[in-house]
């Protein structure tokens, strides 16, 4: 951490500075440039983390610039610079095959998941996803079948051994999904629920953590923190589109974050390009995209007719066209030495 | 609600469409441009709400363009054009006067609040805020007191008789929060949490709304909506800041939202100078900016020693610099015919 | 065009617009709604386009919403929903191969370009690119070569065989880039320079029109606009990133914008992936993503000591990784059907 | 300046770096921290700066801080913290007052300028705006009088003695526009047009800068370097909204803007509440909220009859509406300390 003095600062600014330093246990170092002085601050880097906020309240400081990243656990080079996998039942994902998640966006009854599920196993789909728990912007829309939602995914797991992800808004919810489900998605809007995060930390279940719609990837990788400091490894990060001024999609798909993040941290990254374009036309490109960008996984709806659907219709995929998005796929992943 | 065929629909897709609206009970009326055929849809607006994604997934249809807000309950029309006023026991917020809520990010200590408390009362506050439980990015920052924390806030209230804001992220902070203060905040990051608007709504405690960093306003509304379709109609939107590329503040503070949201809801708003800001200095000129544009209120934060609090020192007010703000909010309050 | 006239309109609001239109040579079309009143506006899309502000503008109008897209040249309806080629001399952009332009952010010397041309070349590259002309954010970084850059560039065109690529940013430049060079590059930050876009229209010479970084796909598509409406056909598209809220990279690459412009438009697309990524790391993930997503061609910037160059040099890519780049991204063009 | 050294470094790569900062003048001051080196740059800013990319491209390096502001005849520092006044014709902006500068979008007939010059003037602004040559998305759009019109406004100013303001977008406008008028506005678009900037640089006239929509405040100050890097020191800053996600406004006013830039710089600071509006009602709210900013100015679009306006009608005034606003904004001046 680097403390910038300003131009104008004096020396008991400077000499207050240095000692909330030292106090604090941390070391200076300190730089005199022709226009600015640099304080070094050299120790443990959770300390100085905690000091950031202090520092840059003090009179004199310009301001202060982190030289590490504020996140461990998520970090690459606390993993020794290697990819991690996480295990979901028995489909590893970040193990070198690119692992396509796919299911209605929500659960409609039993027939719809029935016949979605075993349309998208033949396709090749090696998770099955459905939600149960909708969070829709109107209080009005559709928001879900709730537990027993959860029940139809489970009896679509006994009828075609896709292990299960569902969606979860708070603390009850998650019960629920632990007891039905195999892995929990966080979703974009909750990110940041920091409580969420915790619960989700705790009950040890395979996460898939979905970016928010205004997250940086520091924050991303932040809350993944939260679930891991929780001593939860299986954190699975999930790129989605962020927020922009462009109206011809509903978010735009970040797909420079997939190399970003797997450069920052060794966890999964898989993309949903489903969210992001809000049209399904746009699904079969952006998902070739996103693999050929080297995304760990995708996370693909699927509905039996998606003019019918209680959610989401216009960026669902049909059967037939998600056995040719996954055909598409399967060619770019070969290209660029990997597998579906 | 419009729908709009593309040039290449056939008649099969027309009278889908067609059929797919009578059904729900709705009429059509139909417009054949030049290059266009337009479906004007006729009937109840939360029926056509519901068939919004539906026709918007139908082959041949270009797009659906909604005519009316997708809100109810928040919108002006709906209040017959009136303004709407809250009360937090005492106090009116959205009833011409200019509200000043303030106190520290974080509860510290007793001591802390009540010094806080006393001089922000002197100075012309109306309510007191603080933080008992924190949103934090990182899970290793400091995060709240939790009950003591409202437990202080609540002895400032006896103390100065002022009325109290907490934020609650969760449902049992929310009964805390229910139980100690006079008024629930529910944080930018919690805008989209929808079991908590839902409890929030129940709990009938008035609301303290604050807009995601990356809300649209018609999002923003549609969360108040949330809260008031449980029969809580006590909602204060407040704008805080939201989330752009423009690196040298915190997030972009966005004011043309406040005559927005007052031309589109009869609910009070008020503003948020800090957390847009990041640093004091840009305080007090964006508080007055607010009071101008026609802000029904104020939130700052206000700390003894900015440089040793537990959170954002860098963007809170000495008590002397609150003080100072106050002055030049009445009088920026006076010239538009208002008062603190 | 639809004008909706808001909730408290008076029946001499709506005389008025409909008089306004029927005025221009326009007919009406009204459609009473159980909550508002929709005059739809029936006749030529360009006088209807004339008058979009006119009615916007009128007391009693809520707002007017657009049916048909504002564009016509560029508009793949008006070109019988076919892709459009671009030849340069030899080289046709937008005929079903991936087109490479590959060539250094800055003309440097006659050596640099020489052996650049020659490694692209041999790497597959079938367009020389190279800037003579600089836009640099800051008046005191290096700023081009000038004629002597597009002198060398048009040299290694005689070495090479390569048709040549060049940046223009205004009438004086583009008389020179159109002297030696074979397609004039119009640059992000021009894009909405309209007296740029008229010249090259008139110029006649194969335009690469970039998109600016807060261009919405309608902006880039006007912009074009302004190139054919003068004349001139030979218009490829450049998405090279737009400005969002992420800093870790430069710019957000937003591949959605390919599938969304081919099926918008008939113009071929190219992508950029040097400019947005910053980092030539990021380079060969997000070229491949291009290629996967649709894109005609890539444009990618080579040097041959990155580190010496005296311009984007963290984003250039030495010859041996260029080579690399172009296997991976040859392998992803045949799983898609294409070839480079 | 600083080099962080990535953890993977080479003693080879530290010792490049250093002898690449040497070779340049400057000298080197290491500081090894627990998980990172830092290298120190130190000595005379603007070499450091054309260093900055070399260094960020070489091995071993992970990124490049800068400690220092790029710009420097902008920067407050280097006008020893004191604010400049910017003088058009008798006119001083930025000495105190608060400048009004009002007048048309587009200049469209003597009689629509001469009657808003009258209008305005006894409402209190001092200066006269109204544009010739008129940027615009369509090429189908009114494109402007052009010469006629510039000298429509020069009639103006000598039957009413304000000094004129008007747009130039290349060399062949800007020769003209100074023939006529007494400032040059530098639009929005053309923020980042460097052939414009060092042309207007060398004109020597007064310029109005507006902010680019995707310009970020230190990109603004840099176009405002290019200007007076050729010697013209009378630069007017003007912010005039961003672009954002939020559709219910064109543009986000970034008021903040306003308190940064003066602290950063020592230009006057002007706001334009009209183009990020987009409706007429939103200006007298933004206005107002300008000036209690701190805003050194205003620029107001006024027109006898909007609705029969050539350009941008929903967002400009009529005469007796700007008096209005003249009359709140003169109370907020007054409430600040200051006038209009």
């Known amino acids: ?21 030292e106090v604090a246990g941390l070391r200076v170092h300190i730089s005199e440039g022709v226009e600015r002085t640099v304080i070094g601050v050299v120790g443990d880097s959770h300390t100085k983390e905690l000091l950031h906020e202090s520092l840059e309240a003090m009179p004199g400081v310009e301001r202060v610039v ?6 461990k656990l998520v970090n690459r080079e606390f993993h020794a610079g290697q990819d991690s996998t996480v295990r979901v039942r028995d489909v590893a994902i970040g ?15 039993p027939q719809q998941v029935a016949s979605t599920a075993r349309a998208v196993q ?9 939600g149960a728990f909708k969070p829709r912007t109107s209080p009005y829309s559709f928001q879900g079948l709730e537990e027993w939602g959860l029940q139809i995914l489970a009896e679509a797991r006994e009828d075609t ?3 299960v992800v569902a969606e979860a808004m ?14 929990v998605q966080i979703g974009a809007r909750n ?29 991303l990788l932040l809350a993944a923190e939260y679930i891991m400091s929780e001593g939860n490894p299986n954190v699975v990060l999930c790129e989605r589109g962020i927020r922009t001024f462009e109206p011809s999609t509903r978010f735009t798909l970040d797909l420079a974050a997939v190399p970003v993040l797997k450069g920052l941290s060794h966890l999964p990254v898989v993309v949903d390009p489903c969210h992001s374009s809000g049209k399904w036309k746009l699904v079969a ?56």
């Not at 982190?66 to 996140?71: A, G, S």
């Not at 998640?101 to 409609?108: D, F």
């Not at 019918?308 to 660029?336: K, R, Y």
Request: aromatic share 2%; proline share 8%.
């Open 161 to 163: 051994g896709l292990p």
């Open 95 to 109: 193990g070198g095959r690119v692992v396509v998640i796919a299911g209605p966006c929500s659960v409609e009854s």
């Open 122 to 130: 033949a396709a090749g789909a090696r998770l099955l996803r459905g």
């Open 170 to 183: 708070d603390a009850r919810q998650l019960e629920l999904v632990v007891k039905y489900a195999d892995m």
């Open 191 to 219: 990110m940041q629920n920091y409580t969420l995060l915790r619960d989700a930390g705790r009950a040890g279940h395979p996460v898939l953590l979905k970016r928010g719609p205004s997250a940086t990837i520091e924050e």
């Open 1 to 21: 951490m680097i403390v910038v003095m300003g131009p104008q600062h004096t020396p008991a600014d400077r000499a207050a500075v240095v000692r909330e330093i």
């Open 66 to 71: 982190r030289i590490l990243q504020p996140y």
């Open 285 to 340: 490109p952006m998902a070739r995209a996103a693999v050929a960008a080297g995304a760990d996984g995708l996370l693909v709806e699927v509905h039996p007719e998606p003019d019918q659907a209680l959610s989401d219709g216009p960026q669902q995929l049909t059967p037939q066209h998600f056995t040719a998005l996954m055909a598409e796929v399967s060619a770019v992943a070969l290209a660029i030495g990997r597998r579906v």
